[in-house]
């Protein structure tokens, strides 16, 4: 990975006209990976998770923050935007060198914080909108759990979800309202079967001038 310099003052490096990033937002468990992958087939998106670049920089030799990111993920904490914000920008550039026609990206997970929000639109591209998947913690929870019996990831366990549950009401929450103020979000109700929520999910992309692709 790059070394993280300030970028004080830069234009952002993609603009609207060649790319369309889409932020997917919802508690852990609200089933975004799952309608990602939806999209990815039904939309010719490319879809990134800012989790799993995180989770595979940390486990990738070499990584000068690899163990830093395994603390924060661990503790349940945000990791630190330049981090994350250089991993999704470095992503895309590779995405958009196999690509001859707009590009599409799906930005699952983030931002988790308004100044994440802030500093992407800032240096990388501003944002077409954002998907929300609402979902009470009840159920994001038994999601989880169940998950966790076979996912293998470290923090699909009762401690560390629900330190997500907190870090994402108090920090990821503020984020919804602030795009919500320039109608920048599409909030969908995600307890019903993944087959309904897609059928929501695409009336909410052509309302937005999405097409599927042929």
Same mark, same amino acid.
């Given at each position: 990975? @790059?070394?993280?310099?300030?970028?004080?003052?830069?234009? @952002?490096?993609?603009?609207? +006209?060649? &790319? +369309?990033?889409?932020?997917?937002?919802? %508690? @852990?468990?609200?089933?975004?990976?799952?309608?990602?992958?939806?999209?990815?087939?039904?939309?010719?998106?490319?879809?990134?998770?800012? %989790?799993?670049?995180?989770?595979?920089?940390?486990?990738?030799? *070499?990584?000068?923050?690899?163990?830093?990111? /395994?603390?924060?993920?661990?503790? %349940?904490? #945000?990791?630190?935007?330049?981090?994350?914000? !250089?991993?999704?920008?470095?992503?895309?550039?590779?995405?958009?060198?196999?690509?001859?026609?707009?590009?599409?990206?799906?930005? +699952?997970?983030?931002?988790?914080?308004?100044?994440?929000?802030?500093?992407?639109?800032?240096?990388?591209?501003?944002?077409?909108?954002?998907?929300?998947? +609402?979902?009470?913690?009840?159920?994001?929870?038994?999601?989880?759990?169940?998950?966790?019996?076979?996912? *293998?990831?470290?923090?699909?366990?009762?401690?560390?979800?629900? !330190?997500?549950?907190?870090?994402?009401?108090?920090?990821?929450?503020?984020?919804?309202?602030?795009?919500?103020?320039?109608?920048? &979000?599409?909030? #969908?109700?995600?307890?019903?079967?993944?087959? /309904?929520?897609?059928?929501?999910?695409?009336?909410?992309?052509?309302?937005?001038?999405?097409?599927?692709?042929?």
């Amino acid at each position: 990975m @790059p070394a993280i310099t300030s970028d004080s003052g830069r234009n @952002p490096t993609f603009s609207p +006209d060649d &790319v +369309d990033v889409i932020f997917v937002l919802g %508690g @852990p468990g609200a089933g975004k990976g799952t309608q990602c992958a939806n999209l990815v087939k039904g939309y010719g998106f490319c879809h990134l998770s800012a %989790g799993d670049l995180l989770r595979a920089e940390q486990d990738r030799e *070499g990584s000068e923050v690899g163990a830093m990111i /395994k603390d924060y993920i661990r503790n %349940g904490e #945000i990791v630190p935007m330049e981090v994350t914000i !250089k991993l999704l920008e470095n992503a895309m550039n590779d995405d958009m060198k196999k690509t001859h026609s707009k590009s599409r990206f799906l930005i +699952d997970g983030f931002p988790r914080k308004l100044d994440q929000a802030y500093e992407f639109e800032r240096t990388v591209c501003p944002s077409k909108f954002t998907l929300f998947f +609402d979902c009470p913690e009840e159920t994001m929870q038994e999601r989880l759990l169940n998950r966790g019996k076979t996912s *293998g990831r470290s923090d699909d366990n009762i401690e560390s979800i629900k !330190k997500r549950f907190k870090t994402f009401v108090e920090t990821s929450m503020p984020v919804v309202q602030y795009f919500e103020k320039d109608d920048k &979000v599409e909030k #969908i109700l995600a307890t019903s079967s993944p087959e /309904k929520v897609y059928g929501i999910v695409q009336e909410r992309m052509s309302k937005r001038g999405i097409q599927a692709k042929a």
